[in-house]
């Protein structure tokens, strides 16, 4: 193989990869002068001259010119980096001592399994740096939408290309529960991490990250993109519900109306984009009652006690707005204590009449151990109806009851409503 083939073979793939002209050339030299040290020890004296584009490299030993005394009689005599007058005259007459001899070293000097050797180096290297291109490249974009194309479904992940060819990795776990992927399908996500394994590149994507809620408000909603409005807060249960706290920095614009739009007309592509994820949009304020009272909408509250030592909050509600503080499987509270960051805990008033339709926890008193009911009592709770509003997990994380304890509970009120 001689020099131009070699070189053209290499431009050509670094082309393909995208690699720049300079960044070629500093590959290219990078290995040869591998090679020469290799060969001759050190790459001091040794000039490479590279034309990717013509397909030409020249490696040039550059030598001092010697007295023959001096090459054969002194300890300081580098055949390396001098040449004695005698063999220099060889080649050029005319050449005297104290000048620099310079002689080409021909890629077949190398010798065959060095060359095959450079040339795979070569294409190693530019492997190398594409991949390392990759990795920095989604690096600076982590928290960005970006678009892929879906090309192989599998149990425990989505696989997808970019515009480039290059993979992405949806995890399971990443996924909106309601996600449903076929080959072919163009999906929007979120850059959220890049790690490098055994020297690859892996770019791990999201649609249940936080971030991914607030991008999309910023492609929809231009008050948010141009920083007009702020988005302070996400929380989200991904495909079920989410609560975004915004503030608007001008008191013209209305946060909450700029982000919902005419008849929800902006709101309703995010939620179509997050498989009828229910979004409550509420304005962020420092006061941690009217907060605590936003974050519970739709209910309305009557009192709250805030106890900021505890990190909890007694909110106290008429009994018919209980349902609608804890909502479906316990989520609106749920996503209302992590909004605001403290733990909610939701209480009936008394009020003097009983909900004919509701059987308060009492009348169980022969199904159900006293310490029970005043457990479920302890966190508000004291109907039926308001304990099968939440879910068993809900229960055994808010009180002190056990699993089993609970799916027992469960049971016997449900029996009262068949």
Not at 94 to 113: M, N, P, Q, T
Not at 159 to 185: M, T, Y
Not at 377 to 384: C, H, P, Q, S, Y
């Amino acid at each position: 193989m001689d020099t131009a083939t070699l070189i053209e073979s290499f431009a050509e793939f670094a082309k393909f990869k995208n690699i720049d002209r300079p960044t070629m050339m500093r590959i290219v030299e990078d290995v040869f002068r591998t090679m020469v040290r290799k060969k001759f020890g050190t790459d001091e004296n040794f000039d490479i001259i590279i034309n990717v584009d013509k397909g030409d490299l020249e490696v040039w030993w550059m030598r001092e010119i010697v007295s023959d005394d001096f090459a054969e009689d002194s300890f300081d005599y580098d055949p390396v980096k001098h040449i004695s007058l005698t063999d220099a005259q060889k080649i050029e007459k005319d050449f005297e001592e104290g000048e620099e001899f310079a002689s080409e070293v021909k890629l077949e000097d190398f010798g065959r399994r060095m060359v095959q050797t450079a040339r795979q180096t070569l294409i190693q290297k530019v492997k190398d740096l594409e991949k390392d291109n990759l990795f920095q490249k989604y690096k600076d974009i982590v928290g960005e939408i970006i678009t892929g194309e879906v090309y192989q479904v599998m149990n425990k992940e989505v696989l997808l290309v970019d515009a480039e060819g290059n993979e992405l990795i949806l995890p399971k776990g990443e996924q909106i529960p309601k996600d449903r992927f076929r080959k072919g399908d163009s999906i929007r996500a979120i850059v959220h991490r890049v790690e490098m394994h055994n020297g690859n590149p892996k770019i791990i994507l999201s649609r249940t990250a936080p971030k991914f809620l607030e991008r999309l408000f910023e492609m929809e909603v231009p008050e948010v993109y141009d920083g007009l409005i702020s988005i302070r807060r996400i929380v989200r249960e991904p495909g079920e519900r989410a609560k975004v706290a915004v503030e608007s920095y001008d008191d013209r614009i209305d946060p909450v109306g700029a982000c919902v739009g005419m008849k929800g007309s902006r709101i309703h592509s995010i939620v179509r984009e997050l498989e009828n994820e229910n979004i409550d949009v509420i304005n962020f304020t420092e006061n941690t009652d009217l907060f605590i009272s936003r974050a519970l909408s739709p209910a309305k509250i009557s009192s709250i006690k805030v106890e900021n030592d505890k990190g909890r909050a007694s909110v106290f509600l008429k009994p018919d707005q209980v349902s609608l503080a804890i909502g479906k499987g316990g989520q609106n509270i749920k996503l209302a204590s992590k909004l605001v960051g403290l733990e909610i805990d939701v209480f009936r008033e008394l009020t003097g009449t009983e909900d004919e339709e509701d059987v308060d926890l009492y009348e169980f008193t022969d199904e159900l151990e006293d310490w029970i009911i005043e457990e479920l009592k302890r966190i508000g709770l004291d109907t039926a109806k308001s304990v099968l509003a939440l879910s068993k997990e809900d229960l055994v994380r808010r009180t002190e009851l056990e699993e089993e304890t609970v799916e027992d509970l469960l049971q016997v009120l449900k029996q009262e409503f068949e």
